[in-house]
């Protein structure tokens, strides 16, 4: 859901323009990330699960309990590469690519993606692995797959991570009774009309990493990937106007739940994540980091990576 826009001038379209975080904390940790990058691409051991026929590409890490964690837009298991460093030396770090993304299946048609679909390639990952539960992490859309994951599969969900991505009901109130975030959502409602994948390029998708190693690997990645697929995550489960909140009954989250909010995020504004503790049954964090933005795990790595491991200790 990062917030990307789409312009044009008379006859040509300009390239895809990343507001959300490019250039907050640029030069913040830039060698670990590198030598990080460098060792996860030798030792991760790459696997594959299956969901329904559609095959979900996952990188692993590590040894103990397992933790599994899921990409937004634009974006692929990379995306966890310096979180999968550190949590790997106490737990099995799973990093996967959503369907429509780098070395997942990218299935035809909208339907595919389909929240249902979605968590059930993580509930397929969880089983590839021989395990019964995780816990599961998500930014941007893995956050609202790891949201309706804990929701739709309690009994598979240890605990709950989640990166820049408020409850989906919080995301559905802001959008009836906020302008600004109407405003901010204008980037979703151009994704939803027919034909907008024709406008990205994978260029133009990794203007938002920093890390030139790294930003490298992201176009190879984003090559392989179906931008009408990334979109469909748009056209399937993000409200369309006229908006309306959800009035049917509370699904609360059964399980513990740590939230990392950058809050210089341009496209998931930060009274989202008023009240989300009402969601949840039992102990909530939160934490807010004032010069990040929406990918706050570029933009402040070692933060994410301490407030992680404590919450996780505890």
């Not at 990188?59 to 590469?81: S, Y």
């Not at 006229?242 to 930060?270: N, Q, R």
Request: with cysteine.
């Amino acid at each position: 859901m990062a917030s990307v826009w789409l312009m044009s001038t008379s006859s040509r379209w300009l390239r895809v323009l990343l507001l959300s975080s490019v250039g907050f904390f640029s030069g913040f940790g830039a060698h670990a990330e590198d030598t990080a990058l460098l060792e996860i691409e030798r030792r991760v051991a790459h696997g594959f699960a299956t969901n329904n026929g559609v095959r979900i590409h996952y990188a692993a890490l590590g040894q103990g309990p397992l933790i599994v964690m899921i990409h937004g837009f634009p974006d692929c298991w990379l995306t966890w590469r310096m979180v999968m460093d550190t949590l790997a030396k106490d737990y099995e770090a799973v990093a996967i690519d959503q369907r429509g993304y780098n070395l997942s299946d990218k299935p035809r048609g909208v339907e595919h993606y389909d929240m249902a679909a979605l968590v059930e390639d993580v509930a397929a990952v969880v089983r590839a692995r021989g395990r019964e539960r995780a816990i599961i992490a998500g930014h941007d859309w893995g956050g609202a797959v790891a949201w309706s994951f804990a929701m739709k599969r309690p009994e598979m969900t240890e605990k709950l991570i989640i990166l820049n991505l408020p409850h989906p009901r919080g995301i559905g109130r802001e959008l009836v009774r906020n302008p600004q975030q109407q405003k901010a959502s204008a980037y979703a409602r151009r994704f939803q009309q027919e034909g907008a994948h024709t406008n990205l390029t994978a260029e133009g998708l990794a203007l938002w990493v920093t890390n030139a190693q790294a930003k490298a690997r992201y176009i190879e990645a984003f090559r392989r990937s179906d931008f009408e697929a990334m979109l469909n995550y748009y056209k399937r489960n993000y409200p369309r106007e006229p908006y309306a909140e959800d009035t049917s009954p509370v699904v609360k989250v059964k399980c513990p739940v740590l939230m990392i909010h950058g809050l210089k995020d341009t496209a998931l504004l930060s009274a989202g994540l008023n009240g989300n503790w009402d969601f949840v049954e039992k102990d909530f964090t939160l934490v807010t980091i004032p010069d990040a933005g929406h990918f706050v795990q570029q933009d402040a790595p070692e933060m994410v990576k301490r407030s992680i491991r404590s919450w996780l200790a505890r």
